[in-house]
């Protein structure tokens, strides 16, 4: 082979036919919508998870079967707030992407409806919360849907005043309007972090003299 001939490409020598360009593949966006729910819904037979309880309390740790049979008892509802491996906060189990097609198949449908309907009846499990209650047995008597809202108010109050605490709670850590424990928190990290930037610096300039003339 001469010097002026183009050497051969490397690749498969019984390869006749031209290598064709890797075509550019496109999605509808209910393609991909569907795509990212199944992947979400594969992720979340992988997790462990904790829920919190009406007091606050978390349980757990619990795979997605335990979970089904959580929602099937009545245990956890939409409201529950969950948390799971690769969360950075509770959120409520209605947000869990994913987690509708897991809970809302025929099988545990049907499940839930006769636990509701057949096993335990709604009026029966107001009837045995209220018979809890005057034994003793049950801190609240059975609520309705403007005396739960009116309590959820009072506890979210209380929490923030610091009157009751709630356990691993990253959310009472965010700011919050009308200076709440979040605001105070961030404020006294800031203090902190400002007073060691500033004792760092008069270090390197030679004390409070030297970070004046700088200052200056």
């Known amino acids: ?45 992988n997790k462990i998870f ?5 007091s606050g309390l978390p349980r757990g740790p619990m795979t997605v079967d335990v979970l089904k049979r959580c929602w099937v008892n009545g245990i956890v509802d939409e409201n529950t707030l969950m948390w799971g491996n690769g969360q950075g906060d509770w959120v409520p189990l209605r947000n869990l992407r994913g987690m509708a097609e897991v809970l ?7 499940l839930k409806w006769v636990n509701e309907k057949v096993a335990y009846p709604k009026e029966e499990r107001r009837a045995n919360r209220q018979r809890l209650f005057e034994q003793g047995k049950a801190r609240r008597p059975v609520m309705d849907k403007e005396e739960v809202r009116d309590w959820r108010r009072t506890r979210t109050a209380n929490l923030i005043e610091g009157k009751e605490h ?5 959310s009472l850590a965010l700011p919050l309007r009308g200076g709440g424990l979040g ?6 990290l800031g203090r902190r972090r400002n007073k060691a930037k500033q004792g760092s610096m008069e270090q390197e300039l030679g004390g409070e ?3 004046g003339v700088r200052s200056a």
């Not at 709630?166 to 990253?170: D, E, G, N, Q, V």
């Not at 605001?183 to 006294?188: A, F, H, V």
């Open 1 to 45: 082979m001469s010097m002026e001939e183009e050497p051969e490409p490397v690749g498969n020598p019984y390869r006749k036919a031209d290598y064709r360009l890797p075509k550019m593949y496109t999605m509808t966006p209910r393609q991909y919508y569907n795509d990212c729910e199944i992947l979400c819904t594969k992720l979340i037979y």
């Open 183 to 188: 605001e105070r928190l961030t404020g006294m």
């Open 50 to 54: 904790w829920y919190r309880d009406r």
């Open 166 to 170: 709630m356990m691993l709670s990253l």
């Open 209 to 211: 003299e030297g970070a």
């Open 104 to 110: 809302h198949n025929p099988m545990i449908v049907f």
